[in-house]
């Protein structure tokens, strides 16, 4: 087993889409690309990813349809750890060696203690924002933590954080994306490329499903692209590919 990379989709701003993207990209990871992968849900007290586990858990309890289809995936779930942050970088470092990517879900606030230790833990960060103005300052302000207390610290492990647009609407606003990257590119927070576009399909329990891959129709909502850019930043040598192609047209095949 390689070094272990831990990352995080986080924020200082809540319902954001953390939890979503936390796990979309692990199940990504973990059914489409192979990798081994374990969640720490360290969002106390709403646990949602935990919650989400737990409720995925009942399903197939409940739904012989879905435990048969489950069986047929020849693929275990990936652990879901819940604790408090104070706890979460014991539980990181154990983990160390035993899988190749560990997503976790912090609490979008800084007035938690551990908080700092534990971001230094992370290789990268991956900041969902939306296309509004109290998102974009908590972008700002949260970057600017990252920049002054966690990257080049005694004991940081942190490369580098990236902000990305989350429920992206096509039919608006589009100059006022571009200026806003243009801004966060003079303060030095560079912005993915792939946008997730905003969508009624989260809605569905599918979107957040933390034990099957999602559905090959909805990675079409940006989400190979996402997937495929957060690999080649994780494994600038060898990334392993969840997905390949994100067009509203195309149907990938590799998935
Ligand atoms: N691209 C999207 N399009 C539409 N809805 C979305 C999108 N991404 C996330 N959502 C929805 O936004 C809501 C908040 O998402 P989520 O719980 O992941 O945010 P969060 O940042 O983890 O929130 P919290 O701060 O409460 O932990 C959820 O209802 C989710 O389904
Ligand atoms: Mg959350």
């Not at 099957?212 to 080649?232: T, V």
């Amino acid at each position: 087993m390689s070094t272990t990379k831990y990352i995080s989709i986080s924020s200082q701003k809540g319902g954001v889409g953390k939890t979503t993207v936390n796990i979309l990209a692990a199940s990504a990871f973990h059914f489409l690309a192979n990798q081994k992968v374990a969640v720490i849900d360290c969002d106390y007290p709403q646990h949602s990813l935990e919650g989400l586990r737990n409720e995925d858990l009942t399903l197939l309890q409940e739904n012989e349809q879905r435990a048969a289809d489950f069986e047929a995936l020849g693929r275990q779930a990936y652990p879901v750890v819940a604790c408090e942050v104070k706890d979460a970088l014991d539980i990181a470092q154990q983990m160390q060696g035993q899988f190749d990517l560990v997503f976790i879900d912090t609490p979008g606030t800084i007035n938690v203690p551990g908080i700092i230790e534990l971001w230094k833990k992370m290789d990268y960060i991956f900041i969902p924002v939306e296309a509004d103005k109290v998102s974009i300052s908590a972008t700002l302000t949260y970057a600017s933590v990252l920049q002054q207390f966690i990257i080049g610290q005694p004991g940081s492990r942190l490369k580098q954080y990236y902000a990305f647009w989350n429920k992206h609407n096509k039919s608006e606003k589009q100059d006022f994306y571009a200026r806003t990257e243009a801004v966060f590119a003079t303060q030095g927070i560079p912005f993915l490329q792939s946008r997730l576009e905003q969508s009624v399909n989260y809605k569905k329990d599918t979107m957040r499903s933390t034990m099957f891959p999602l559905a090959k129709e909805y990675m079409r909502l940006g989400i190979s692209n996402l997937i495929e850019e957060m690999a080649h930043i994780i494994f600038p040598d060898s990334a392993p590919s969840p997905a390949t192609e994100d067009t509203a047209s195309t149907t990938n095949e590799a998935l």
